[in-house]
């Protein structure tokens, strides 16, 4: 008789501690955080303003000095089924005649959230543009909600550069 009480009473207690435990939540993929902190929440965008850039080959790094109507320029990320790119002259354009859209496109993260993608189809022949220049992915260095720093490599004559490429959230 004690014993089936035993038996009865581990079979409730491993009931309870089976139906207790719940599954935890599946964690937020990389790639959604990222979206989030680039462009905001889903349907609305966030526009960056260039801070530095710097370009590294060998073992030298030069930064880049930029006229202010460069530092100027808005790039705007929504958070769209499309994820559209653009990127506008600022206040003050470096060439008058030039048009106030000066790229557009779409915008990606890899799966893991590492490496930032911007296909820039639409663009002019401004001075403004910046990842139509480019065609290469970005590795993501920082993204928070205020700083995104990227590193571009591009192999030129035979020789790899590393562009490091800062932006501030506006």
Known sequence: MKLNAAVTLLACWALVFISSCKKDEDPEPAYEVQSRLLAGAKGSSKTWKLSSASVTYGSNTEDFEFSACFLDNRYKFTNNASQDYEASEGATKCNSTDPTIVESGHWSFTQDGGILIVLAYD???????????????????????????????????????????NFEAI
């Open 123 to 165: 663009y002019t022949n401004s001075d403004g543009v910046l990842f139509a220049y480019f065609t290469r992915p970005a590795t993501v260095v920082e993204l928070t909600d205020t700083s995104l720093r990227i590193d571009i490599e591009v192999e030129y004559e035979g020789d790899l550069e590393t562009y490091h490429i």
